[in-house]
């Protein structure tokens, strides 16, 4: 079940994917056609959290037919700029009343060009937040941001990695120093091995 100022967040947002109320997973799509790295499983157990796709979110579409609105925020659809970027995915998980933001971004070869990315998300889940707390009094606090980059797309690997990354290399990201992790095509993962 969801706390009151999840429920609050996640219903400001109009690009949400999965929410440990209702699922048990959470699936995360690359779309572009040359990719190599399409889909991903994160196994995540029931509980508060929800994800959100904000590479979809910033883009404008069609809500009603007599206005065309931009999903997630008018800033994010300026061309041209740093800010006009997202990754693929923010994992929001509420651990007693403090959020773990897991910023997540798929890669199909080497891994370069994130960092904006995840900049410019990070700017705008701090913008929701702040949203969240002066119009609904509901005030969520950062508690640990991580940044992962999942990589590769090749055939299942043959060669053997850690399954649980070490926690000091989790703990330390930051956006232009993220920890990669190479997968197959498509991959399931733990959402655990990401927050240890």
């Known amino acids: 079940m969801l706390a009151n100022a999840m429920v609050r967040l996640r219903d400001s947002l109009s690009c949400i994917t999965y929410n440990g109320a209702q699922h048990t997973h959470i699936q995360i799509d690359e779309n572009d056609a040359a ?8 196994v995540a157990p029931s509980g508060d959290w929800f994800s959100f796709d904000p590479d979809e979110g ?3 579409k069609r809500i009603h037919q007599r206005c065309n609105a931009v999903v997630m925020s008018p800033l994010l659809a300026i061309d041209g700029h740093d800010h006009h970027r997202a990754c693929d995915c923010v ?12 910023y997540i971004d798929l ?3 080497n891994p370069v060009g994130y960092a904006g990315q995840f900049r410019s998300t990070r700017q705008f889940v701090r913008y929701a937040l702040g949203l969240l707390d002066e119009f609904h009094h509901e005030k969520l606090v950062i508690a640990e941001e991580r940044y992962v980059i999942l990589y590769g797309g090749k055939s299942p690997l043959l060669n053997k990695t850690t399954s649980v990354p070490k926690v000091e290399k989790m703990g330390k990201s930051k956006p232009d120093a993220a920890y990669k ?9 733990y959402l655990k091995e990401l927050l240890s």
């Open 35 to 42: 990719a190599k790295l399409k889909r991903v499983m994160l």
């Open 91 to 102: 994992v929001v998980l509420n651990r007693g009343g403090q959020l773990t933001l897991l």
């Open 58 to 60: 910033r883009k404008c």
């Open 181 to 189: 992790r190479e997968v197959t095509n498509p991959s399931r993962l």
């Open 107 to 109: 890669k199909s070869g």
